[in-house]
């Protein structure tokens, strides 16, 4: 599978700018271990959507060797799932792979530090301004103090737009952490 070298930024890819080499925006840097491809979106397909959330260890090992050279974080949040789409899933995709990706590179993963505060429209069918609307103010931090001025790799499965990763790294951000992005794949 194509790994990808440089980070891009969530913010750009959101506005419909050129993503890769920005560095206008270092709270949106998002850093991706692969580009999304065929044989990677039948993984990630199976991952997210057919019950194999024990691929979640396979993902954050390959994650691990591809971000061994980012600095390292101080904590890993997961970008949390709506308790009635995790229902509906049977498992949380970030969640595993953020605990995956903890365990991979021996760093504390803080659950429960941010939140959904509401059930959102699934971004998959959605444009990038759509995207943009459905995700404000769909997050907040809860427990701060533990974020004020820690790295934090905010982990999610699949970058499209920006705009889930972007919201989640500006409420973090409100929050005094110093987020950073990282997700399996982009599909650029």
């Given at each position: 599978m194509p790994r990808l070298d440089r980070p891009v930024c969530a913010r750009?890819?959101?506005?419909?700018?050129?993503?890769?080499?920005?560095?206008?925006?270092?709270?949106?840097?998002?850093?991706?271990?692969?580009?999304?491809?065929?044989?990677?979106?039948?993984?990630?397909?199976?991952?997210?959507?057919?019950?194999?959330?024990?691929?979640?260890?396979?993902?954050?090992?390959?994650?691990?060797?591809?971000?061994?050279?980012?600095?390292?974080?101080?904590?890993?949040?997961?970008?949390?799932?709506?308790?009635?789409?995790?229902?509906?899933?049977?498992?949380?995709?970030?969640?595993?792979?953020?605990?995956?990706?903890?365990?991979?590179?021996?760093?504390?993963?803080?659950?429960?530090?941010?939140?959904?505060?509401?059930?959102?429209?699934a971004q998959s069918g959605l444009g990038p301004r759509a995207r943009r609307h459905n995700l404000r103010d769909a997050f907040r931090v809860t427990g701060a103090s533990g974020l004020r001025g820690r790295r934090v790799w905010v982990v999610d499965d699949v970058l499209t737009t920006g705009a889930t990763l972007h919201e989640a790294m500006a409420t973090l951000s409100r929050a005094g952490a110093r987020p950073q992005g990282v997700v399996a794949a982009w599909a650029g």
């Open positions: 750009c890819l959101l506005d419909g700018h050129a993503p890769d080499g920005c560095l206008r925006h270092p709270g949106d840097r998002v850093h991706a271990a692969w580009l999304y491809e065929e044989r990677l979106t039948q993984v990630m397909h199976a991952f997210k959507f057919e019950g194999r959330p024990a691929l979640a260890t396979i993902l954050a090992e390959g994650m691990a060797v591809a971000l061994r050279d980012r600095p390292r974080p101080d904590v890993i949040v997961a970008v949390p799932l709506h308790p009635v789409r995790r229902r509906e899933r049977g498992h949380d995709q970030a969640a595993g792979l953020a605990r995956a990706l903890a365990h991979a590179i021996d760093v504390p993963m803080l659950e429960d530090v941010l939140e959904r505060t509401r059930a959102t429209e």
